[in-house]
């Protein structure tokens, strides 16, 4: 049983910040590629950034520039920092962890979700 749990979400105003907190039951998770989704209503989810095993970064071009994903040093969790928040970035965020066990075993596994509201 895998634990992903996300925590660090509340209501901002626009232009406030947020950082987010990835983490797992085993850090063997947390040490591989973690992604960071959101959805909205009526939207369907969202990848907004990606952080691999080696500390590659990727994200969506609604957030690239605002939003860092980062891996502390003890790769115990994986955060998103939020900057320069915008109404449209309102959303549960989701923390997702991908990756293999061997080569015939892979894993997907997703957190529960933390609310993100921006107040206009």
């Known amino acids: 049983q895998v634990q992903l749990v996300e925590s660090g979400g509340g209501l901002v105003q626009t232009g406030g910040s947020l950082r987010l907190s990835c983490t797992a039951s085993?850090?063997?998770?947390?040490?591989?590629?973690i992604n960071w989704y959101r959805q909205a209503p009526k939207n369907e989810r969202e990848l907004v950034a990606t952080?691999?095993?080696?500390?590659?970064?990727d994200y969506s071009d609604s957030v690239k520039g605002r939003f860092t994903i980062f891996r502390d040093s003890a790769k115990t969790t994986v955060y998103l920092q939020m900057d320069s928040l915008q109404p449209e970035d309102t959303a549960v965020y989701y923390c997702?962890?991908?990756?293999?066990?061997?080569?015939?075993?892979?894993?997907?596994?997703w957190g529960q979700g933390t609310q993100v509201t921006v107040s206009s």
């Open positions: 952080i691999t095993g080696g500390g590659s970064t």
């Open positions: 085993r850090t063997y998770f947390i040490k591989n590629t």
């Open positions: 997702n962890a991908v990756g293999t066990f061997s080569i015939e075993a892979q894993y997907n596994y």
